[in-house]
C-alpha cells in the first residue's frame, strides 16, 4: 500500500539545514508526484435502534445522520469510515 506525506510538513522539520542543502531538499521533496488523496474520516455507530423487519436504524458519530445499518464499515451521508466499532449505548 501507498504511504503519503505532507510536502510542507517534511520541509518544515528538516529545516535545520544550511541553505544551500534546504535549497537542494525543497528541490527534490517539490518534484515528486502529487497524489489526489483525502483524509480519512473515523466514526462509529450509535444509538442502535431494532427497525422494522430486520434492519437496525443507527446515528452516524461523524455527521449525524440516521441510517438503517445492512453490514456497512461506512457512512453513505458523509463516508466516514465505521470498521467495525459500533457503541450499543
Not at 32 to 55: C, E, F, M, T
Not at 69 to 74: A, D, I, K, Q, S
Request: neutral net charge.
Amino acid at each position: 500500500m501507498a504511504e503519503y506525506i505532507d510536502k510542507a510538513k517534511l520541509k518544515r522539520h528538516y529545516g535545520w539545514w544550511n541553505n544551500e542543502n534546504q535549497q537542494l531538499f525543497d528541490t527534490i521533496v517539490d518534484v515528486q508526484p502529487i497524489a489526489d488523496v483525502k483524509p480519512v474520516v473515523h466514526g462509529k455507530w450509535l444509538n442502535l435502534v431494532r427497525g422494522k423487519g430486520w434492519s437496525t436504524i443507527a446515528t452516524c458519530s461523524a455527521c449525524g445522520e440516521r441510517q438503517a445499518l445492512e453490514c456497512m464499515n461506512f457512512c453513505p451521508h458523509c463516508g466516514a469510515d465505521m470498521g467495525v466499532s459500533v457503541d450499543r449505548g
